[in-house]
C-alpha cells in the first residue's frame, strides 16, 4: 500500500525515523513477528513514500516529523487534507504548511510564518497516494 519494502521500514524503525505501533520481536524459534502499522501509519507512510520518491532525503523528512511535533503538536495525518489544524503543501522540492488562521510556513524554517508579497507560489496539496505494486501479466 505504500510501496515502500520491508527492509525500507526496518531502516526506518531501527533508526527511529517511524516506528510501527506494534514493534516486531525475537519469536522462540528464532525468528522475528510483523511489525504491525495502524492505518493512521499507513497513511503516514504513504505520503512519507511520496516525498521519498520526489527526492526529499531521510534528513528532511525527520525534519518535517519533528517539526510538526515539536513546532505545531500534531502529528503528519493532521497535516494531510484541508480538515486539520495544519495542512502541508510542496512546491518543487520545497515543503510548505498553512495553519487554520492563513499563516504560511516554510517547514525548513517552520517557527516564523512567511510574509508573503507580490506573486503566491504554486503549491500543491501534498496527499497520500496508494502505491501497491502492479504485478507482471
Not at 8 to 27: E, G, K, M, N
Not at 73 to 99: K, T, W
Request: hydrophobic share 40%; aromatic share 8%.
Amino acid at each position: 500500500m505504500t510501496g515502500l519494502t520491508a527492509r525500507q521500514l526496518q531502516w526506518w524503525d531501527a533508526r527511529r525515523l517511524f516506528a510501527p505501533a506494534v514493534a516486531s520481536r525475537r519469536t522462540e524459534a528464532g525468528g522475528f513477528t510483523e511489525r504491525r502499522y495502524t492505518p493512521i501509519d499507513v497513511l503516514e507512510l504513504q505520503v512519507l513514500a511520496e516525498l521519498r520518491h520526489r527526492g526529499f532525503s531521510i534528513p528532511q523528512i525527520r525534519r518535517l516529523l519533528s517539526s510538526l511535533r515539536d513546532v505545531f503538536g500534531i502529528r503528519l495525518y493532521e497535516a494531510i487534507g484541508e480538515d486539520g489544524p495544519m495542512a502541508l503543501f510542496i512546491s518543487g522540492d520545497q515543503l510548505y504548511a498553512r495553519a487554520r488562521d492563513g499563516q504560511l510556513y516554510d517547514m525548513n524554517r517552520p517557527t516564523e510564518p512567511l510574509l508573503m508579497v507580490g506573486e503566491d507560489l504554486p503549491l500543491r496539496p501534498l496527499a497520500a497516494r496508494d502505491r501497491r505494486r502492479r504485478r507482471a501479466t
